[in-house]
């Protein structure tokens, strides 16, 4: 397969521009870290955004960085270190911003960060028949317009190239901590009622994970709270989150989202390999194959009126019915009207 690296926004103009002319299929690609999400696609060519990553604007009084979206996460992460900062993401360093983004890569602190999508405040996306779009404002109380910016975030690249972004930072906390209890989902919904505002519960068939981040006398007081409350097990200060991931260890993992009170019903009979954020709704379910258990756990999450893509691993984004489809067909006639992006790659084979 071809493969292409543009080093400015023109060459991607360029680039679509030929493809669209020749019917030649494009899959973006960034950090590879969220390839496997989305449907199976043909393409003919890769588009790599890796050069385009500049720090183009940051001013750590406005809490404003642009970037290009090729930029890799741990590199911007550093530079916002510097000004005690950070965009509020759990991505891998190796990931590009703008992957990250194009994937709606879900945080395991969601419970305090939000969604991907709220952090983005503008892109510059070049569309597939070679149209350079802005949507957005480098302004946190913008309102006016349509957020097309937050449209193309989980569009898996089948919208348009995602060229530069500006991003809404904020305060890197004082103090991370994270408290291991024992116990599982009943634990977690214990925790997360009594402990005030922590960033993030996350259970695990046997355990749960605290994590909490502030001001170091509101992290002790929430230690207290957690204590308690659950069985403490280990304790632990500016620690990877999670410290464990048995999920990750399966050839195939799930990212289910159903409403946060439905998520025992979801694992009540998954395999033993799982994570979910209380409070949430978010679920991550490792299974050994693309069998079976896959449709089982699909049809639950379905029951309960949610989905669950395939993130690592064969599968998909599965066949679960997505609102507003036509909408979603018109929205890629638009942007795409060779059908040039990862066809196939979105939901419902968009």
Known sequence: MDLIHPHSKADVLEVLREASRHRTRVLIVGGRTHMDKGNPCETDVELWTTMLDDLIAYEPAEMIAVVG????????????????????????????????????????????????RDSVLEVELVTGDGRLVRSGARTVKNVTGYDLHKLVTGSLGTLGVIVQVALKVRPRPQARRTVLAGGGLETAARLLERVPLPAAVLATPETTEVRL???????????????????????????????????????LVLEAAVPPSRLPELLAEAPDAWGALAGVGIAWVGLDAADGELAVVRERAARLGGIAPVVKGPGGLGDAPVPAMEVHRRLKASFDPAGVLAPGRFWGGI
């Open 69 to 116: 979206a090729g930029m890799r996460v741990g590199d911007l992460q550093r530079a916002l270190a510097e000004a005690d900062q950070e965009w509020p993401v759990d991505a891998p360093p190796e990931a590009t911003v703008g992957g990250v983004i194009a994937a709606a890569a879900v945080s395991p602190r969601r419970l305090s960060v939000g969604a991907v």
């Open 213 to 251: 981040e502030g001001w170091g006398e509101q992290v002790e007081e929430q230690t207290l709270a957690v204590a308690g409350s659950a069985s403490v097990i280990e304790l632990l200060d500016e620690a990877p989150f999670p410290l464990r991931r048995p999920w990750e260890e399966r050839a």
